[in-house]
């Protein structure tokens, strides 16, 4: 699947929210879509690498990685990363089928 089939409240809450931070992240969260089946799953996919990257041990590696070498702010990209769990979790109390999607 691409990031068209997500519904509008996962776009929003998870690629909208990385852009204002950051082009990188979006990417980052714009290839994961490609590894998923439905909304459900890019939502579990995307918590679980959220989690993963919040408790690695090396954060200046691992924001290298993501950033393709650019300096960000730590707390700023930590901050970032909650509000988007945060988001998630407020995705997740509309089921799927009820969830708005894009006429395409």
Known sequence: MGTD????PTYN????EAEKF???LTL???VLASECKDDDDYLSKAEALI???LMD??????TYKIFFGEYVDHEEFKDTLNKI?????EIRKTPMNQREFEDW
């Open 28 to 30: 980052q969260f714009g």
């Open 57 to 62: 041990d090396d954060f200046d590696e691992l």
């Open 13 to 16: 809450g998870i690629l909208i």
């Open 85 to 89: 769990l945060t988001n998630i979790s």
């Open 22 to 24: 950051n082009h990188d």
């Open 51 to 53: 989690k993963e990257w």
């Open 5 to 8: 089939d997500l519904s509008i």
